[in-house]
């Protein structure tokens, strides 16, 4: 079966502090994969996506990078964290078909810069 | 690029009563998708549109697309407590890699 898994669930970090999230995707090759950010209380914003390994696209100018270094994994990243980048992040997956896209969303990871 | 906006953004109402809540969109979608997030939770897939004048149901929520006048509808009937969550309608425009995603409605029901 396919399935999206993201981590770490939660996790608290110091202002210029680097981060790393780490989203992966079972039972499916070469899959479009997105990273998302909600704000609290917000709507959901489209930060990077990828169709493929190296492939980047950068939606929003800021201190967050992205990478793929294999197929099914996707990464998150800042060399220093702001106190901006608290919110909860989405990793996606998305399956095109004539009968609508289907996008699976990871269990989510809160981050709290502090 | 496409735009997505969401009236209301917070909605409460009782139980029992009906409402709706509406998707705007800013450019061709041929597609327009339909999530709920209880807190803290991840997003749950309700409704999938693909063309105009599509209207789909489940339960107590009901789905439509016009894509004429770029709106889509989220009809709520006879809205009980489980039912409480945010509501986001998404679009993918002219380009099927990414979805957009609007501001979303938190619908609180209470007794």
């Known amino acids: 079966s396919q399935t999206i898994h993201q981590w770490p669930a939660t996790l608290v970090q110091p202002v210029g502090s680097p981060l790393s999230l780490e989203c992966t995707v079972e039972?499916?090759?070469?899959?479009?994969l997105y990273w998302y950010r909600q704000a609290a209380g917000r709507g959901l914003q489209l930060l990077f996506y990828?169709?493929?390994?190296?492939?980047i696209s950068s939606e929003v100018p800021q201190n967050l990078s992205a990478s793929r270094p294999q197929d099914r994994q996707f990464i998150l990243s800042s060399k220093k964290l702001l106190l901006s980048d608290s919110g909860f992040y989405l990793c996606?997956?998305?399956?095109?078909?004539?009968?609508?896209?289907?996008?699976?969303f990871g269990e989510g990871s809160w981050l709290t810069v502090v | 690029e496409l735009k997505v906006e969401q009236n209301p953004l917070f909605l409460s109402m009782q139980e029992g009563k009906n409402y709706t809540i509406y998707c705007n969109y800013s450019?061709?979608?041929?597609?327009l998708y339909w999530y709920r997030q209880d807190p803290g939770k991840s997003l749950e897939s309700l409704f999938v549109?693909?063309?105009?004048?599509a209207v789909k149901q489940e339960g107590r929520l009901m789905a439509s697309l016009d894509t004429k006048a770029r709106l889509s509808t989220l009809h709520i009937t006879a809205a009980v407590h489980d039912l409480s969550a945010t509501y986001f309608c998404?679009?993918?425009?002219?380009?099927?890699?990414?979805?957009?995603f609007g501001t979303g409605t938190r619908l609180q029901v209470f007794p």
């Open positions: 549109l693909l063309s105009n004048g």
């Open positions: 450019t061709t979608s041929d597609r």
């Open positions: 998404a679009g993918d425009g002219d380009n099927t890699d990414k979805l957009i």
């Open positions: 039972g499916t090759s070469n899959p479009n």
């Open positions: 990828s169709v493929g390994i190296g492939q």
């Open positions: 996606a997956w998305v399956t095109l078909g004539t009968g609508g896209n289907t996008i699976y």
